[in-house]
């Protein structure tokens, strides 16, 4: 009985090397994809959240203006009702009618750009000729992400533009 048992537990054989090394070779390279997939996810997730957050800060930055009326020198004294648009700052020094806020990667407002930020950029053109009444002005707002995201290319993206046709009476 003992002479059955012993050639029993030498006659069951396990996995060879091969199949181990094999099925190992599988696993990774479905893990490669898998991997991909869980990375691509979290990127998506990322844009999302931007993307969400840009809309809010460009709808915000068009109500800030249009209760402020229509000259960029007074949004910039004015008591911001937001306060992330504290330091919305001229573009340049010769042109009032483009303003700009900065923020970091965290939408925390900043005084000056960042290389891993964003930035929101409001310009006021006029839409038409000024009537006796008052006249018609075009705020854009657009907001850009100046880092790429992963495994993109892109050094800028731009999350979200808005339009806002306003009239103001003189």
Known sequence: MSKK?????????????VEVIMSIGILAVVSIFVMQMYIKAG???????????ALAAAQAAVEVYKANGPDLSDL????FVYQEYAHLLP?????????????????????SETLK???????????????????LLKAT??????????????????????????????
């Open 43 to 53: 990127s998506l997730k990322e844009m999302v959240f931007d993307k969400d957050y």
């Open 76 to 79: 910039l004294e004015a008591n």
């Open 91 to 111: 573009a340049d020094d010769t042109d009032n009618d483009i303003m700009q806020c900065f923020f970091d990667e965290q939408w925390n407002p900043v005084s």
């Open 5 to 17: 048992i012993r050639n029993l537990k030498y006659s069951q054989s396990g996995f060879t090397l």
């Open 141 to 170: 707002v657009s907001v850009v992400r100046n880092y790429p995201y992963m495994l993109e290319n892109d050094d800028t993206q731009l999350l979200c533009s808005l339009e806002s046709l306003t009239y103001f009476s003189e």
């Open 117 to 135: 930020g964003y930035t929101l950029t409001l310009e006021i053109a006029p839409f038409d000729n000024q009537t006796p009444y008052g006249r």
